[in-house]
Nanobody
Framework: VQLQASGGGMVQAGGSLRLSCVAS????????MGWYRQAPGKQRELVAL???????DYADSVKGRFTISRDDAKNTVYLQMNSLKPEDTAVYYC???????WGQGTQVTVSS
């Protein structure tokens, strides 16, 4: 499996979820890993990214609420999502930034 995302679900507004993504070694070693999301009728957008050295960046819409991290020993990238809002509802995907390689995403649904 090249990219396997998990951890999605249904939560109420204000709740939290933690997403995980296991990547094949070749993809993970590419360097920058990112979490993306795609809501119905909208384009896929980059939510957060993390460099090999651990520095990260976030879309303005999730700053202060989401935290991306990586475990190089497990080829896994995480997305801790707190204070979730209905507008966070989307399918979430992980990928090596710029690779255009995608796996199955995981659905996140936030109810008001």
């Amino acid at each position: 499996v090249q990219l396997q995302a998990s951890g999605g679900g249904m939560v109420q507004a204000g709740g939290s979820l933690r997403l995980s993504c296991v990547a094949s070694g070749s993809i993970f070693r590419a360097g920058v890993m990112g979490w993306y999301r795609q809501a119905p009728g909208k384009q896929r957008e980059l939510v957060a990214l993390i460099h090999k050295v651990g520095s990260s960046d976030y879309a303005d819409s999730v700053k202060g609420r989401f935290t991306i991290s990586r475990d190089d020993a497990k080829n896994t990238v995480y997305l801790q999502m707190n204070s979730l809002k209905p507008e966070d509802t989307a399918v979430y995907y992980c990928s090596a930034v710029g690779s255009n390689v995608w796996g199955q995403g995981t659905q996140v649904t936030v109810s008001s």
